[in-house]
């Protein structure tokens, strides 16, 4: 069965930066694109950006742009994002999720909580 | 960039009545490449990620029960829960995908069902 695995909570000071793993099993790691969506205490999703199974396509969200990094280890099936200038306002838990051919996200992390606090 | 406004923020039914939530997309998600509405319906339980309803509009996911379905076209679509469950407390949201690299994917707000 598809599993996904995150790395565990971070806590980072303001300007710092985090990454993020996310180690998946069960489906061809390949295949498929690997979504991040973060969701802040309290509020709803917020998509950052897809990475496409070659491991060099990506996309962002507009507001991520230059400050997130996504990138894949086929060989260990792991994706990463990797955040920049962290500031107060990154604190989310941060999921990552295998994207479909019909544009939906269909297996989540459990997420990874980001604290950025000085 | 794509606003998807979900309607209403929060929702109270009965148990065994049915429960409507809106989503509506300042652009239309229709795909002139394969004619297929790109619109995805989520929920989230407290403490966990969320979990894919629907696709494609109306299209449930494996192992949803068929009290969820989805509809709509374009720009305007809407979740219906046939007979509220205990277990379907949770926060819903709508997410849309446009082609075009600057727009990408977009929830709306959540919508919050509770029990009346």
């Known amino acids: 069965q598809v599993q996904t695995m995150q790395s565990g909570a971070e806590v980072k000071e303001p300007g710092a930066s985090v990454k993020v793993s996310c180690k998946t099993s069960?489906?061809?790691?390949?295949?498929?694109?690997i979504h991040w969506v973060r969701q802040a205490p309290g509020q709803g999703l917020e998509w950052v950006g897809w990475s496409a199974p070659n491991s060099y396509d990506t996309n962002y969200a507009q507001k991520f742009r230059g400050r997130a990094t996504m990138t894949r280890d086929t060989y260990i099936s792991t994706a990463y994002l990797e955040l920049t200038s962290l500031r107060s306002d990154d604190t989310a838990v941060y999921y990552c999720?295998?994207?479909?051919?019909?544009?939906?996200?269909?297996?989540w992390g459990q997420g990874t909580l980001v604290t950025v606090s000085s | 960039d794509i606003v998807m406004t979900q309607s209403p923020d929060s929702l109270a039914v009965s148990l065994g009545e049915r429960a409507t939530i809106g989503c509506r997309s300042s652009q239309s998600v229709l795909s002139d490449s394969n004619n297929r509405n790109h619109l995805a319906w989520y929920q989230q339980k407290p403490g966990q990620p969320p979990k894919l309803l629907i696709y494609?509009?109306?299209t449930r996911e494996s192992g949803v029960p068929d009290r969820f379905a989805g509809s709509g076209s374009g720009t305007d679509f809407t979740l219906t829960i046939s007979s509220l469950q205990a277990e379907d407390v949770a926060v819903y949201y709508c997410q849309q995908y446009h082609r075009t690299p600057s727009l990408g994917y977009t929830f709306g707000q959540g919508t919050k069902l509770e029990i009346k």
């Open positions: 494609w509009a109306s």
């Open positions: 999720a295998r994207g479909t051919t019909a544009a939906a996200l269909d297996f």
């Open positions: 069960g489906y061809t790691f390949s295949r498929y694109n």
